[in-house]
């Protein structure tokens, strides 16, 4: 059995790397090679722990294996250990041995940035220029640096719920050499080509009043039953995209438009349609793009496969009899 643990993937796992896993699953998933299995969530009545599974097999890249972990909301104060903790375990397709055990906090973040990316670079117009983004928490600036790689963006703009933590966004755009400017939710539709919403929320923050005619909108947050980052109505108005229906339909953002009545299940497209080419994706400049990325077990399979075999290649890997 393998083991990476968790200090090591930030040396081994570049954003290309996490990339080219997760777009190559979406694939998968749409031409029926891989599949997500149900998600487990529980408050486990103690610490205020949410705990749960995530899992799949991709056939293709014989990924097989599930993402143990959750939200522990006093660590950072109690342990000084952050408050999402995850880990990965691999398991051989042929066998059903444990194969290996990988970090999974940074894998999170890489393989939920690259999904938005993956978006950005099969659905936002060629010409996209203003990045406007709403959420400054831990995962905005990943979200940040992998969308940058995808168009040439000349300003980034930003929104937060507490404004007080822009200043992370405007850091990482400093750092980019990029512009970045904090302005109202009406400039930031305004003004934006692509928008990005990682979030937390259980209200929408973008209305549908908000956005105008082109833009392409990665809602990155909702991934719970009762959370919600932008209008319903914004759903009923968009070509809706997803990495998997059924939990876009369920925990996603779609949770809501489809509960409305707003949308059907028919309307959302698997990414992975527009990647294989068996749907067109964006067809017009003046269409609204939604993907809406609710996360899934096989994503996290798919970057964790890549890690082991970087670990490997690198000599970093640990092995041990099990
Ligand atoms: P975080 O706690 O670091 O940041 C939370 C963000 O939400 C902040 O910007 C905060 O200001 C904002 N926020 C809080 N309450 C709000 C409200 N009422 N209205 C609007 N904004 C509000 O969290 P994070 O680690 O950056 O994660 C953000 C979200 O992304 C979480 O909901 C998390 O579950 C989700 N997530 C999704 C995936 C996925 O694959 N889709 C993966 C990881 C995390």
Not at 181 to 207: C, K, N, Y
Request: net charge negative.
């Amino acid at each position: 059995m393998i083991i990476v643990p968790e200090k090591e993937i930030a040396g081994l796992l570049t954003r290309a790397d996490a990339y080219s896993a997760v777009e190559q699953v979406f694939a998968s998933m749409s031409k029926g090679n891989a599949y997500n299995f149900p998600v487990i969530r529980e408050a486990i009545g103690y610490e205020d722990a949410l705990y749960g599974f995530k899992g799949g097999f991709d056939k293709s890249g014989m990924a097989l294996g599930l993402k143990a972990g959750g939200y522990w909301p006093n660590n950072l104060e109690k342990h000084g250990q952050i408050n999402h903790q995850s880990t990965v375990f691999l398991f051989d397709p042929d066998t059903g041995m444990v194969k290996a055990m990988v970090g999974g906090n940074l894998l999170t973040a890489l393989r939920t940035a690259a999904a938005s990316s993956v978006s950005i670079n099969h659905l936002a117009r060629k010409d996209a220029k203003v990045l406007g983004m709403i959420g400054a928490g831990h995962q905005s600036v990943f979200q940040l640096r992998a969308a940058v790689e995808q168009r040439d963006f000349e300003k980034i703009i930003g929104w937060n719920y507490h404004p007080d933590m822009l200043p992370r966004l405007a850091d990482v755009a400093a750092e980019l050499n990029i512009p970045f400017e904090a302005v109202s939710l009406e400039e930031l539709g305004a003004q934006a080509d692509v928008i990005i919403s990682i979030t937390s929320a259980f209200a929408p923050s973008l209305m549908d009043t908000h956005v105008r005619p082109g833009t392409h909108i990665a809602c990155m947050g909702t991934d719970t039953k009762g959370k919600q980052e932008v209008a319903a109505a914004l759903l009923a108005r968009a070509t809706v995209f997803t990495d998997e229906i059924a939990q876009s339909i369920t925990i996603g953002e779609a949770q809501h438009a489809i509960a409305a009545g707003l949308i059907t299940q028919g309307d959302i497209t698997e990414i992975g349609a527009v990647i294989n080419g068996t749907h067109p994706g964006r067809s017009t400049a003046d269409e609204i793009t939604l993907f809406d990325g609710t996360g899934v077990g096989l994503q996290d399979l798919a970057v964790a496969s890549s890690i082991v075999d970087l670990a490997i290649a690198k000599g970093v890997a640990t092995k041990v009899d099990f």
